[in-house]
T-cell receptor, first 112, second 113 residues
Framework: RKEVEQDPGPFNVPEGATVAFNCTYS??????FFWYRQDCRKEPKLLMS???SGNEDGRFTAQLNRASQYISLLIRDSKLSDSATYLC?????????????FGTGTRLKVLA | GAGVSQSPSNKVTEKGKDVELRCDPI?????LYWYRQRLGQGLEFLIY????????KSGLPSDRFSAERTGESVSTLTIQRTQQEDSAVYLC???????????FGQGTRLTVV
């Protein structure tokens, strides 16, 4: 089983739609959680951290369920510019050190 | 610059040659990570440096791969006797101790022909 699992997609949605991505992680001792965005042939960039209480940044809402080891990202009113791969990232103490473990990403394509 | 800087941005090398990739982390960031991303795939952890502690090399795929970092500054990733399967984007990230997020460089695209 992968440490961080995501549905690879692609998710093809029309402009203005609401779309949700889910992610599960296997290490219950994981401490920090993030969503990164990666555009084609570019480096990953931090979209938002994910907090236990849930957090919102404009059209983006992230939630964490520690009991179920599940993270979500909701994008409202999708824009063409939201088209990218969204990476679920978990930071935890494994094999003696802290590491960022990346999911393989979920591809989103917003259609005009 | 304020971000993580990697060089070269692109490298084409012949099979069997050695290559050296460089990463300049954000000033003051104590943690430095190397990842590999093959075409269409996710990020694969290679190695982690934290200050002056012994690095975590558990992700290095073979003994052809090695990395060094001097203190909290520049890191170099060396691949000896390159193989075609080494072709990938090699990403470096750094992180301060004060916040948990990591910040990535633009990567080095390595092509072994």
């Amino acid at each position: 089983r992968k440490e961080v699992e995501q549905d690879p997609g692609p998710f093809n949605v029309p402009e203005g739609a609401t779309v949700a991505f889910n992610c599960t992680y296997s290490n219950s001792a994981s401490q920090s959680f993030f969503w990164y965005r990666q555009d084609c042939r570019k480096e990953p960039k931090l979209l938002m951290s994910v907090y236990s209480s849930g957090n919102e940044d404009g059209r983006f809402t992230a939630q964490l369920n520690r009991a179920s080891q599940y993270i979500s990202l909701l994008i409202r009113d999708s824009k063409l510019s939201d088209s990218a791969t969204y990476l679920c990232v978990v930071k935890g103490f494994t094999s003696g050190t802290y590491k960022y473990i990346f999911g393989t990403g979920t591809r989103l394509k917003v259609l005009a | 610059g304020a971000g993580v800087s990697q060089s070269p941005s692109n490298k084409v090398t012949e099979k069997g040659k050695d290559v050296e990739l460089r990463c300049d982390p954000i000033s003051g960031h104590t943690a430095l990570y190397w990842y590999r991303q093959r075409l269409g795939q996710g990020l694969e952890f290679l190695i982690y440096f934290q200050g002056n502690s012994a690095p975590d090399k558990s992700g290095l795929p073979s003994d052809r791969f090695s990395a060094e970092r001097t203190g909290e500054s520049v890191s170099t990733l060396t691949i000896q006797r390159t193989q075609q399967e080494d072709s990938a984007v090699y990403l470096c990230a750094s992180s301060p101790g004060t916040v948990p997020e990591a910040f990535f460089g633009q990567g080095t695209r390595l092509t072994v022909v």
